[in-house]
């Protein structure tokens, strides 16, 4: 069965240091990969997807994530954090199986101090 | 923007009344989901549909029933709401290939 698994609950980073939320998956054939951020009070806005071909993939809000398939990662980063980017972070990963489902990470919440 | 619509945004009801929570999308996406999540944690999916009348429970067993009679229109039926259904709801679609587009949520309170 498909998994992915967010091994960190909560990441500061001071505003303008480079940022890393970590990813890593367990899949079956070939990953689709998604990151996802979720503002408070609000539902999930897309940020980018690894599908095929370039390891390192640029999103949306200047975030970008790097598809490591030798140690099964996909983590998203930014060169320079900002203080809006604090918000909860999921990773997902869809399941090629019979249920075609996207599975969630359990989500990593951002803080970027100031 | 994704074009898929929760409505209400928030919901306070009273315990033992029937609510039915909207879910519509623009995008022709036979794929919907319904995730149920407290403030801040993980998602949990509840239920979900492969296109018109098609209907499955998800990993999270839900007292909450789903229709699927239009691609569009997914929407969410509580029978006798309860304190314990006070979450939010997200709905959710998505093309064969690609990621998933969410809706702004439904934030649900039971009295």
């Known amino acids: 069965a498909q998994s992915v698994a967010q091994p960190e609950d909560q990441v500061n980073v001071a505003e303008g240091n480079p940022l890393t939320v970590k990813c890593t998956y367990s899949?079956?054939?070939?990953?689709?990969l998604f990151w996802y951020v979720q503002y408070p009070n609000r539902g999930l806005q897309f940020l980018l997807k690894?599908?095929?071909?370039?390891?390192l993939v640029k999103g949306s809000y200047g975030f970008e994530a790097e598809f490591n398939k030798s140690q099964t990662s996909f983590h998203l980063k930014k060169p320079s954090a900002l203080v809006s980017d604090s918000a909860l972070y999921f990773c997902?990963?869809?399941?090629?199986?019979?249920?075609?489902?996207?599975?969630f990470g359990k989500g990593t919440r951002l803080h970027i101090l100031p | 923007e994704a074009d898929i619509y929760q409505t209400p945004r928030y919901l306070v009801i009273g315990t033992g009344k029937k609510i039915t929570l909207e879910c519509s999308q623009t995008?022709?996406?036979?794929?919907m989901y319904w995730y149920q999540q407290d403030p801040g944690m993980e998602l949990h999916l509840i239920h979900y549909s492969y296109g018109v009348n098609s209907t499955e429970k998800g990993d999270l067993s839900s007292e909450s029933t789903v229709s699927r009679i239009r691609t569009e229109h997914f929407p969410l039926t509580l029978e006798s709401a309860r304190p314990s259904h006070t979450s939010q709801y997200l709905c959710?679609?998505?093309?064969?290939?690609?990621?998933?587009?969410f809706g702004q949520g439904t934030r649900l309170t039971v009295v």
């Open positions: 690894y599908i095929t071909g370039d390891n």
């Open positions: 997902a990963v869809r399941d090629l199986g019979r249920d075609d489902k996207i599975i």
């Open positions: 995008m022709g996406h036979d794929k």
């Open positions: 899949v079956s054939g070939n990953p689709y």
């Open positions: 959710a679609s998505r093309p064969d290939r690609g990621g998933a587009f």
